[in-house]
Structure formats: C-alpha cells, structure tokens
C-alpha cells in the first residue's frame, strides 16, 4: 500500500520561493526514481522534475534552472524547491514514482500572484 503526502504549497509573490515535501510510506522509495507532478486549473497532470534513486535528476523545460529535486532516503521524503516562481506555476502539485502508480495523495495548492 502506497501512501503519498504532499505539503508546504501556499500563496507567493511571483518571484519568490517554496518548498514542497511529499512524505511517502509503503511500497515506494528505495530504489524508485521519484517526481513531482503539477496540474494547472483545466489542463491535465504533467511531470515537471525527477530524480533516480542515485540522485540524477531532470527537470521539464518550463521549470528548468527554478526548481530543484531531492530525496531523503533516510526519511522517505521527497523535496521540491522551487524559486522565481511565476503565475503560470500555479497548480497542484503532486508526488508518486515514475512512472506513477495509480496511487495518489491528495496534492498541495500553489498560487502564484503577481
């Protein structure tokens, strides 16, 4: 059983900062590459970064120099720090492996005015 919950979305300037953490438990980690997803207000679930579990990472274009994957393996936790945030990053954002099970937490908002 997979068990995935996201925090630490909220309200931000553009251009300023957050830093979203997605604890997981169950049948994920390890040796799992692992992302970050992001659904905008009408448009579908898009991967935007990743990480394998030897910390090689990559990133969408759209967030690309701005956001940066980690993972404490240590804690099963899996983090997005993301900076220069414009409004057109606003959405829910979301944490399953990759490719994704069908397992889902329930995401965290973001919301971006400028």
């Known amino acids: 059983q997979v068990q995935l919950v996201e925090s630490g979305g909220g309200l931000v300037q553009a251009g300023g900062s957050l830093r979203l953490s997605c604890a997981a438990s169950g049948s994920v980690f390890g040796t799992d590459t692992m992302g970050w997803f992001r659904q905008a207000p009408g448009k579908q679930r898009e991967i935007i970064a990743r990480?394998?579990?030897?910390?090689?990472?990559n990133y969408a274009d759209s967030v690309e120099g701005r956001f940066a994957i980690s993972r404490d393996d240590s804690r099963n936790t899996l983090y997005l720090q993301m900076d220069s945030l414009k409004p057109e990053d606003a959405g829910v954002y979301y944490c399953?492996?990759?490719?994704?099970?069908?397992?889902w937490g329930l995401g965290t908002q973001v919301a971006v005015f400028s």
């Open positions: 399953n492996k990759w490719p994704p099970v069908a397992t």
């Open positions: 990480i394998t579990h030897r910390y090689l990472a």
